[in-house]
């Protein structure tokens, strides 16, 4: 992937306690690095830090952007994301994987977030195969 390469989507977010807070509320994230200001602040990262969960939300908002539809999203966290951090996600057509993209996250010059997103199957539901017509609230897959 090069800088010449068109982004297909951005999504951006500014980090502050409140989200943090509020995101480890709703989702089990509520870690001491994640919500204990006085905590983090003794750690080597020294401030609070963003869930990585939140993170992949984001990441996943940008995808769907960039190309609606069912998809496979693979990344690896290889840098921290802070309170007051500011969180952009690009999403490009992967040089390397036709069909696919390239997921880049930064904080910055620093690149926290990296993947690939791959278009999913569509997934026929088990009533629809067998001819019937269930409503199921049960998931029939694990991609995105």
């Known amino acids: 992937m090069t800088p010449a390469d068109p982004v297909l989507a951005v999504v951006r977010r500014t980090f502050t306690q409140d989200d943090i807070d ?37 990441v996943e908002r940008a995808v769907a952007e960039a190309a609606p539809g069912r998809h496979e999203v693979s990344v690896r966290f290889v840098a921290p994301v802070g309170v007051g951090d500011e969180f952009r996600v690009e999403v490009r057509d992967h040089p390397d994987s036709p069909g696919d993209l390239a997921i880049t996250a930064s904080v910055g010059e620093r690149t926290a977030v990296v993947g690939t997103a791959t278009r999913a199957p569509e997934v026929t539901p088990p009533a629809a195969r067998a001819g019937g017509t269930s409503e199921s609230s049960s998931p029939t897959s694990a991609s995105w």
Do not use: N
Request: charged letters at 10%.
């Open 22 to 58: 509020a995101f480890g509320h709703v989702s089990g994230g509520t870690g001491h690095i994640h919500t204990d200001p006085e905590f983090a602040a003794a750690t080597p990262f020294g401030r609070t830090l963003v869930q990585g969960l939140y993170l992949l939300a984001l």
